[in-house]
């Protein structure tokens, strides 16, 4: 089982992203999904979470401006940033609660993807 980030890049501030997380492998459910960043220098950070139900949170920083949502038959998480400003620039990772089955075993646990960089330029 893994997560899979996807989408970061490099974009010029008042600009636009999409990044993608898949899950992949023998998945029985995935309860609240979040997104991080982490930027050079600092600790990593929650930026947005959603619950199995689609309840939406955001970090006062992207409020208003980063929309979080997933397709659970595609168990898949998205975050769309707009507006980006040169502090959202940082190393974004994906994270989930996950049920799954492993070794023949079900394992419930906390999963992180790789990280994707979004870098905003002024």
């Known amino acids: 089982v893994q997560l899979q980030a996807s989408g970061g890049g490099l974009v010029q501030a008042g600009g636009s992203l999409r990044l993608s997380c898949a899950a992949s492998?023998?998945?029985?459910?995935?309860?609240?999904m979040d997104w991080y960043r982490q930027a050079p220098g600092k600790e990593r950070e929650l930026v947005a979470g959603?619950?199995?139900?689609?309840?939406?949170k955001y970090a006062d920083s992207v409020k208003g401006r980063f929309t979080i949502s997933r397709d659970n038959a595609k168990n898949t998480l998205y975050l769309q940033m707009n507006t980006l400003k040169p502090e959202d620039t940082a190393v974004y990772y994906c994270?989930?609660?996950?049920?799954?089955?492993?070794?023949?075993?079900?394992?419930?646990?906390?999963?992180w993807g790789q990280g994707t960089l979004v870098t905003v330029s002024s």
């Open positions: 492998g023998i998945i029985s459910s995935i309860n609240g």
């Open positions: 959603i619950t199995s139900r689609g309840s939406p």
């Open positions: 994270s989930a609660d996950l049920l799954y089955i492993e070794y023949g075993e079900w394992v419930a646990s906390r999963s």
